[in-house]
């Protein structure tokens, strides 16, 4: 049985979807480690994927963030040196990026213009306000290569995410009714300004005005389909379900696509974002596509392991441990700097001190035969060099 050290990937979810995607893409299952810390509560899954033993989790519900099941698991898994998020998201279209439900968007681009993009909502429906924070922190050299050279295989041959997929299918049937492409006809992009109009039922009941929807033409076979899109994403505690505010946020940063939930993670840890796109981020969102996106996602996520070599990740934790080693130096070299200010400030007091010890046996030499009432104006002249008088 392998021990928890042995682990070098870690995999992070959002939902149970995509976290079904994720288990089904493992070459190999794993029994848990029985090193792995008893206070780690946290569900876990095990197994290889290519080379590498990776670790998969899920949040285990929306009141607990992504940053902290990354904290607990890099707690009990010591030598994982960056995080795969892989979850589901709306997309955001525009004539630049003809992003289309089951596509992949991957926050990280040839050209250095990925990453994710943090946002605040306080109100994700049609119009509210929207707060952008800033980019969170770049993805790490190691994964941003892969992506690179996973990108030019792709243009030279094409992927076989589909066919992927499919094999899959072969071997877990059960997966096929939920997590299989839906029908072509079910990827509507309606215009900004059309909502929809009954939340309980499906848009092809309701929303089925052609001249509210955008006209696309179908991809060709020399096309990629899903295809995968690199560049920024936007992340934020709260699913974005306004295409007013996602065309104009798009437009203004040139970001692909939203989800909610990574952003935990990216705050603080190496990793890569890799969204499925299940919605595109506007009223008519549904979870009819989010099994399909999932399943991409997760598909590309293992083509992409694919690109790396289990050296490379030696390397990196070889890295992360000379940082750690020189991090520890400047917090011991810090508390002595702050040990010797501290002696040198009791040093000082001790002077001060000793001083005021010293004029007090001074003033006791001079004084200390004279009662209280016998001083006069020749004493107290004689002490302080001046003169005044004193009653008697």
Same mark, same amino acid.
């Given at each position: ?311 490379? /990740?030696? +390397?990196?934790? &070889? $890295?992360?441990?000379?940082?750690? %080693? !020189?991090?520890? @130096?400047? *917090? =011991?070299? #810090? ?7 501290? /002696?040198? +400030?009791?040093? &000082? $007091?001790?002077?001060?001190?000793? %001083? !005021?010890?010293? @004029?007090? *046996? =001074?003033? #006791? ?28």
């Amino acid at each position: 049985m392998l021990s928890a050290k042995d682990y070098t990937v870690g995999w992070i979810c959002t939902i149970l979807t995509e976290y079904v995607a994720a288990q089904a893409v493992i070459d190999e299952e794993h029994e848990r480690p029985e090193d792995v810390a008893p206070t780690d509560s946290s569900s876990y899954t095990f197994g290889k994927i290519g080379k590498h033993n990776v670790v998969m989790t899920a949040l285990p519900g929306w009141d607990v963030s992504a940053g902290f099941v990354a904290r607990r698991m890099l707690d009990s898994f010591p030598n994982i040196p960056f995080f795969l998020t892989v979850v589901v998201g709306g997309g955001a279209p525009s004539p630049r990026h003809d992003i289309r439900l089951g596509d992949v968007v991957v926050g990280a681009s040839p050209n250095g213009e990925g990453g994710v993009y943090r946002y605040g909502l306080s109100n994700t429906m049609l119009g509210g306000d929207f707060e952008t924070i800033g980019l969170s922190r770049e993805s790490p050299l190691l994964l941003r290569t892969a992506v690179n050279e996973l990108f030019a295989q792709y243009e030279t041959s094409g992927h076989e995410l589909e066919r992927h997929i499919n094999d899959i299918f072969a071997m877990k049937p059960r997966l096929r009714r939920k997590y299989a492409r839906p029908d072509p006809r079910s990827d509507r992009l309606y215009d900004s300004t059309f909502t929809h109009q009954q939340d309980d039922a499906g848009c092809a009941i309701v929303c089925d005005d052609e001249s509210s929807m955008r006209r696309r033409p179908e991809r060709t076979e020399e096309e990629d389909n899903p295809a995968i899109h690199y560049g920024l994403i936007a992340s934020g505690n709260y699913a974005m379900k306004d295409a007013l505010t996602r065309d104009r946020v798009s437009a203004a940063s040139g970001v692909l696509c939203f989800e909610a939930g990574s952003i935990g993670v990216m705050n603080y840890f190496p990793c890569l974002v890799i969204v499925g796109i299940c919605d595109y981020a506007d009223t008519h969102a549904k979870k009819e596509w989010q099994g399909y996106a999932a399943m991409a996602a997760a598909v590309y996520a293992k083509d992409l392991l694919s690109q790396i070599h289990p050296g490379q /990740i030696e +390397a990196e934790n &070889e $890295i992360k441990a000379q940082k750690e %080693i !020189e991090t520890q @130096k400047e *917090i =011991e070299t #810090q508390k002595e700097i702050e040990a010797q200010k501290e /002696i040198e +400030a009791q040093k &000082e $007091i001790e002077a001060e001190n000793k %001083i !005021e010890a010293e @004029k007090g *046996i =001074e003033a #006791q030499n001079k004084f200390g035969n004279i009662l209280p009432y016998q001083f006069d104006e020749a004493s107290i002249s004689s002490a302080t060099g001046s003169s005044r008088y004193v009653l008697l």
